[in-house]
DNA sequence: ATGAAAGCGCTAACAG
DNA sequence: CTGTTAGCGCTTTCAT
């Protein structure tokens, strides 16, 4: 593999020339710079990251942490950062930490090691303050989804709140009184600011919240399917379902399709997210619709961003947060 | 960022017998091993990775090329392939090629400089030279899914002829007879393989190919939608429908049901991979399993082999293929 | 405008 | 058993 020297040798100039031309920060005269151009296209000479970044402190990686790629929401995300990442010649390491603390602990440590340019991370919760300090550290950080106000930290995020008032809104708007809600673990701040949403909007209607309405997750989303079943073996059913995330939706929809209920006749079901997925199902969900590829394309955009600026100033910049624009798509799933 | 020479000065040694504890590999009086391990502890010292990496020609990084992770059967693979990695001390690098060849070289080209330890390829496409290279110039490859017999490469894949061939096997003996074929583009090896194991079913049985019960992948997954349609619109209809890919049976299956078609009373719909919302999905869909998740394992295990083993010996060993099993699941979609 | 030299943090001969 | 030295490939003062 060839290096900076032998670049120089077949130019006959010292390596450190070879580096300035490369570099373009400082003058060099024209003939020379021209040499060197020319062997460096002759031995197809590019420069070793690795010695590059040990020297500089930066590495040109960003890793973004998710709970899991597995998660429907995910693989639009990490398009979304690794198309800017690529475009700014950054590359993307995947950690996926199914939320374990340990787990994110054991890559943070691992990464900074490699003198990790940046986080993206998209598994926040309430406690995660190793995450947290990364900012205080020097790291360059955004927080995706997950990120609440107190949070003094460069974040993505929708106005959950906001977005599912107006979801719950709409259904009610549509003739539907008996909403059921299934709601997502609460230590995770977008689905407890969804349930906010919900809340608020029976009340602002007058509708009073029922308790047995409200189905809370227990084991991942297909607790859903159980749920589902259980509360509509109860005697009074509800009229419409709002769910937190169109994972949980796809998992109801498919209960709903097991019990023999229809869809949009019997429940309506309108979900959260927007996945690709939403579009497909049976039938095709209503949904409050988040820019995911969007969300990780601003995500990287703004670490990058906050690397350009600690490279020049050595201090990270003021955080900001970014809140995106959701949209209410409405499909087959609600009448 | 405390070094090895802080932690050498803490213990009172030099760098290199911190070095040597830290490696192991070599002899080390026990009370000076005690006192470096001490003031490692004390600073909480690790190694730059960097630094080793620069130093080894090492970087405990792998390369994971997908088309786009976005594809449903993605996701899986990645997570066996992430944890595999993780769980052996190698970081991994996500890369989207949307099937580009530019994309490819041009992450290939950078990874090298980076002294990535191995690459593992989902996207190998017959004319994909430039990934093939990449073994006979000495880097550990393993390829995913797509792998024809005369590449001398480490893969991991099914065998689609036989597992299309049993599935459509499968159909006919449940009294189909005409079987219409979702094909994806013919480049792709799997997909040529699949449509070879459903013409020889046919055959056996002595069943006539019909040409216009071909449909031909024009522009992704959602071409299935128009082709359906368009098929249906004709007047001989199908009985059934093998997809060679999940995510081209679950827009079928939204095709079919915006015609108002019944599954699987009116035609029955199979599809390819098991994915995990193919059981989600109304009806929950028939389909061949491969194992995507244990397929990114045994990727990732074979390939940290060959970096050991190129470790020790220089060499790459030689190249092997492993074939999985597939389980064909017989859910709601077909009668 | 260019070269020499130092050093990023680590490991591996080579001495002793 | 341990320290000294050199060097992985690059960038960046500091001289010239």
């Known amino acids: 593999m060839t290096n900076i020297k032998d670049v120089a040798a077949m130019a006959g100039v010292s390596a450190s020339t070879v580096s300035r031309v490369l570099s373009g920060k400082s003058y060099v005269n024209a003939q020379t710079r021209q040499r060197v151009l020319e062997a460096v296209k002759q031995m197809d000479y590019s420069p070793n990251v690795l010695a590059k970044s040990l020297k500089m402190g930066r590495s040109n990686t960003i890793a973004l942490m998710v709970p899991s790629i597995q998660n429907l929401i995910f693989p639009d995300i990490t398009r979304g950062v690794e198309d800017t ?121 007058h509708i009073p919240v029922e308790e047995n309405l409200i189905m809370r997750e227990t084991n991942g989303n297909n607790s859903f399917y159980y749920l589902t079943k259980s509360m509509l073996a109860g005697d009074s059913w509800p009229d419409a379902i709002f769910a937190t995330s169109d994972p949980k939706a796809i998992v109801i929809l498919h209960a709903l399709h ?8 019997d429940i309506s079901v309108l979900g959260f997210d927007n996945v690709y997925m939403s579009a497909l199902v049976e039938p095709p969900l209503s949904t409050v619709a988040q820019p995911l590829y969007e969300m990780g394309v601003v995500a990287a955009t703004k670490l990058i961003n906050q690397i350009k600026f600690k490279d020049q100033t050595g201090l990270l910049p003021a955080p900001a947060v970014d809140i995106l624009n959701t949209d209410l798509v409405i499909r087959k799933s609600t009448r």
């Open 85 to 205: 990442a690529r475009k700014n010649g950054f590359t993307v390491v995947l950690c996926n930490t199914d939320e374990d603390v340990e787990i994110e602990k054991s890559y943070i440590n691992k990464l900074k090691k490699r003198w990790i340019d940046g986080f993206i991370v998209c598994s926040m919760m309430p406690g995660s303050d190793h995450i947290r300090v990364l900012r205080d550290e020097g790291f360059p950080l955004v927080v995706v989804s997950r990120c609440s106000k107190e949070d003094h930290l460069d974040a993505v995020i929708v106005d959950n709140y906001q977005a599912a008032y107006n979801a719950v809104n709409y259904l009610i708007r549509t003739g539907h009184r008996r909403i059921a809600l299934a709601l997502g673990r609460e230590e995770v701040i977008l689905y407890r600011e969804r349930c906010e949403g919900y809340l608020a909007a029976l009340r602002d209607n």
């Open 258 to 265: 097991d019990m023999g209920v229809r869809i949009p006749e």
